[in-house]
């Protein structure tokens, strides 16, 4: 797996897909500039060796040119963030961004417009990835969260550098996260499901269950299982129609020697709001009219038993509907149990959607090894698919 530390960009032009995909509010403010931050190991790196970067990203979903999805609304950040002046060409292919792109100096930056406002990068055109080639003289992906894409900045162009191609330092990063998990991880491994749906996770539990020793199983996730095995879950979510699938997990699992934890109780509430009557119940009897909304206190205590005798430690997923404060209990306990196996030294990857803004909304980003930078990335790494984006820099 070559990366940028198997590279020497001195008097190299460096094209990076950097993921630049950040919240703008209504004034095009940064909101979050934390994918800015994730890619500045990689640009230091070459214009420390005295190489120049070419950095390229999307920005939303626009529908052709649209001027509130232009990059150049994050300019300042950038340059902020990573100290350095950043020019901007104001398309990211054509003959004046190729000028824009011959005349940089080692040590200077240039960020090119939103690559979605041509059509071209989504359908992974061979002629537009072509010209988007013609920026560097290495091509480095450093975008995990679109590494899923077959797209041209995140996969095609990857063919025109045969030898001169590699992955930035957070793609390294996410790319060894994973594999600590999934293949090298030491054991016991464990890990933690949580969410709304089966329907959504049920690729990642059938893959999981080559590799773990443990699986957690909570959220609204829960009930599917619980009512498939016979008992009684009020108004709590649940998908009928994969409850066959549920009882089939369950004997995998059994066969695999994995131990599957599902809550023993939960906190049961008489509506879906965070002001609703709640109440205790056992998992298998909950009341007609209520609905389990988080982990109960035996299930938190059993969860943190499972957790603290576990190395290798995968979380994705909320334990209940922790965007209600009252029912969030379980998701924050479950992260501070996360945070202690890992100061013992558990190996800890946090991945995938709601449980990513659960740690940084309750504070324990700082607390586990490694916290993911792609949602359906991650979530089809876990399900063992080989991304595209990926594979076009092994190739
Ligand atoms: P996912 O995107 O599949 O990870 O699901 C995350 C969502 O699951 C969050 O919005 C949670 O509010 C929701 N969720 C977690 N537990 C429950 C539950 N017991 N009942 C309903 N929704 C839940």
Redesign the pocket.
Known sequence: MKTINDFNFKNKRALIRVDFNVPLDDSFNVTDDTRIQSAKPTITKILEDGGSCVLMSHLGRPKGVQSEFSLKHIVNNVEDIIGVKVAFADNCVGEATESLAENLKPGQVLLLENLRFHEEEKKGDQGFSEQLSRLGDIYINDAFGTAHRAHASTTVVAQFFENTKCFGHLLAQEIDSIKKVMETGEKPVLAVL????VS??ITIIENILDKVDHLII??????TFIKAQGGNIGD??CEDDKMELALDILKQAKAKNVSIHLPID?LAADA?SNDANTEVMDVMQIKDGW????AGPKSKANFHDVVMKCKTILW?????????EN?SNGTIELGNSIAGATSNGAFSLVG????VAAVKQFGFKDKVSYVSTGGGAMLESLEGKTLPGIAAILD
């Open positions: 949580g969410g709304a749906k959504s996770k909570g959220g609204g996730m829960t009930f709590s979510i939960v879906f609905q389990g909304l988080d994705n997923g909320p334990l209940g509907v922790f965007e209600m029912f995938g959607g709601d449980s």
